[in-house]
Nanobody, 126 residues
Framework: QVQVVESGGGLVQAGGSLRLSCAAS????????MAWFRQAPGKEREFVAT????????LYADSVKDRFTISRDNAKNTVYLQMNSLKPEDSAVYYC???????????????????WGQGTQVTVSS
């Protein structure tokens, strides 16, 4: 089993920055592709960014491209999401997810992730 815990959410003003962290524990050797998703009230959970186990392959949703950066530190079993130039539309609960298989390298579908964190709230005020 793999446990995933997100942290770093909070309240920020539009244009501000925030860094989310996702700490994995347990059988982390079986953790490969990881991703961030987000869900706003009344909306479906949507893909934000994903990263391969090596950290060399990444993919971003168009809505966050050039503003968000996903990275990982495998020595610390941690994945990060650096969010810059935040907009009110970015407000949501952000979830970290992990897959237990290596391929494909990037996955954007919620159903294909095996482990999920509890979520961390991000609120961007205008």
């Amino acid at each position: 089993q793999v446990q995933v815990v997100e942290s770093g959410g909070g309240l920020v003003q539009a244009g501000g920055s925030l860094r989310l962290s996702c700490a994995a524990s347990g059988r982390t050797g079986s953790t490969y592709t990881m991703a961030w998703f987000r869900q706003a009230p009344g909306k479906e959970r949507e893909f934000v960014a994903t990263i391969s186990r090596s950290g060399l392959t990444t993919l971003y949703a168009d809505s966050v491209k050039d503003r968000f950066t996903i990275s990982r530190d495998n020595a610390k079993n941690t994945v990060y999401l650096q969010m810059n130039s935040l907009k009110p539309e970015d407000s949501a609960v952000y979830y970290c997810a992990a897959r237990s298989v290596a391929r494909p390298l990037v996955v954007t579908t919620t159903a294909e992730y095996d482990y999920w964190g509890q979520g961390t709230q991000v609120t961007v005020s205008s």
